[in-house]
């Protein structure tokens, strides 16, 4: 067989193997890209829910006590920061700052009943690219999630817009079978929620979910209490605070900044539910409405699924607290 018989036969040869796999996928097609998928976890009747958090203790601070509403009733809750807080103190930063930081979050989980995992991307550096759309797509889909929660896309730390932003981007390519096709899609449409804050432009915080957290507000203090590098130390601008420098040092000075980190805790659950009041009421009936002393708030995207109120009250944890009944 001389030369140019030879190179015909391959060149053909070749042409019907990948008709044939060509064939193959038609008459099988795969409900994702074609890849072995990392394991999506099945759904078991609970309630599965992400929350991402730009620093690690954002998530802790925007939805602590509904987290731990939530896993008291059995669902299950994952908190992911999108980077690892190595900026986030006065006086010291890099590796030893993110192990730190880490561990602070690590312990927070345990009262929380939370699962809490941490990215490795340097704090103040989360940038809104295609690499991270992936990291938010995979992370939502291998959690299975019925609810994503973030920052909302106004705020005043770049990680914190980049992390609503990357929610929104992540919000319709959950269920895209052929972007990051090494995770199977989604085949529910979570509801996407952001968590509240006090800016005003361009638009501010709806309040379209309310949970009452009276019975989890000690266990929320309590675990914040513990990122003392954040709170009783003041994190990245705790300099310009004498008690928050002394604080690193003295035993005792930490223990008074614990404190007041509790209560002002519980005055910032306080304030949002009095000043969504009449959503509470709406949601819980006017009895147990007025009588809620604590509260955190979230605003539904629309990017995601819109639930009704009857999706409310089954998705969240809405039940009069002991205090209130």
């Known amino acids: 067989m001389n030369q140019r018989v030879q190179i015909c036969f391959v060149m053909v040869l070749a042409w019907v193997l990948c008709a044939t796999t060509a064939f193959s996928q038609q008459q099988s097609p795969k409900p994702y890209g074609g890849t072995v998928?990392?394991?999506q976890i099945p759904d078991d009747g609970k309630i599965r829910i992400?929350?991402?958090?730009?620093?690690?203790?954002?998530?802790?601070?925007?939805?602590g006590g509904t987290?731990?509403?939530?896993?008291?009733?059995?669902?299950?809750?994952?908190?992911v920061s999108t980077t690892n807080g190595d900026i986030g103190h006065w006086s010291e930063a890099g590796g030893p700052l993110a192990l730190r930081r880490y561990r602070e979050v690590q312990d927070a989980a345990k009262i929380l009943g939370v699962t809490t995992v941490v990215w490795d991307i340097h704090d103040g550096e989360l940038e809104p690219n295609l690499q991270n759309r992936l990291k938010f797509t995979r992370e939502i889909r291998l959690w299975n999630?019925?609810?994503?929660?973030?920052?909302?896309?106004?705020?005043?730390?770049?990680?914190?817009?980049?992390?609503?932003?990357?929610?929104?981007?992540?919000?319709?390519?959950?269920?895209?079978?052929?972007?990051?096709?090494?995770?199977?899609?989604?085949?529910k449409t979570p509801v996407f929620l952001y968590s509240s804050d006090s800016f005003q432009k361009p638009n501010p915080f709806?309040?379209?979910?309310?949970?009452?957290?009276?019975?989890?507000?000690?266990?929320?203090?309590?675990?914040?209490?513990?990122?003392?590098?954040?709170?009783?130390?003041?994190?990245?601008?705790?300099?310009?605070?004498?008690r928050a420098v002394a604080a690193a040092t003295d035993v005792a000075v930490r223990?008074?900044?614990?404190?007041?980190?509790?209560?002002?805790?519980?005055?910032?659950?306080?304030?949002?539910?009095?000043k969504y009041r009449d959503k509470l009421v709406?949601?819980?009936?006017?009895?147990?409405?007025?009588?809620?002393?604590?509260?955190?708030?979230?605003?539904?995207?629309?990017?995601?699924?819109?639930?009704?109120?009857?999706?409310?009250?089954?998705?969240?944890?809405?039940?009069?607290?002991?205090?209130?009944?």
Not at 50 to 63: K, L, S, W
Not at 67 to 79: I, N, S
Not at 255 to 274: C, G, L, T
């Open 37 to 39: 998928p990392d394991a």
């Open 50 to 63: 992400v929350n991402f958090g730009a620093h690690p203790d954002d998530a802790e601070i925007r939805a």
């Open 67 to 79: 987290a731990v509403l939530w896993a008291e009733r059995g669902d299950h809750v994952k908190f």
């Open 145 to 187: 999630a019925d609810i994503v929660i973030a920052h909302r896309p106004n705020d005043y730390h770049p990680d914190h817009r980049y992390t609503g932003v990357l929610m929104q981007d992540s919000a319709y390519m959950v269920g895209v079978p052929f972007l990051a096709p090494d995770t199977p899609p989604l085949r």
């Open 206 to 242: 709806t309040a379209d979910i309310v949970v009452a957290i009276d019975d989890a507000i000690e266990k929320k203090a309590a675990a914040l209490s513990l990122l003392d590098s954040q709170f009783s130390e003041g994190g990245a601008l705790g300099y310009m605070n004498p």
């Open 255 to 274: 223990d008074a900044q614990r404190q007041r980190s509790v209560e002002r805790f519980k005055s910032q659950a306080a304030s949002i539910a009095d």
């Open 282 to 325: 709406e949601l819980y009936g006017e009895e147990v409405g007025k009588k809620v002393k604590y509260a955190e708030a979230f605003e539904v995207c629309e990017y995601g699924r819109r639930p009704s109120k009857e999706d409310i009250l089954k998705l969240f944890p809405i039940s009069a607290p002991k205090s209130a009944r």
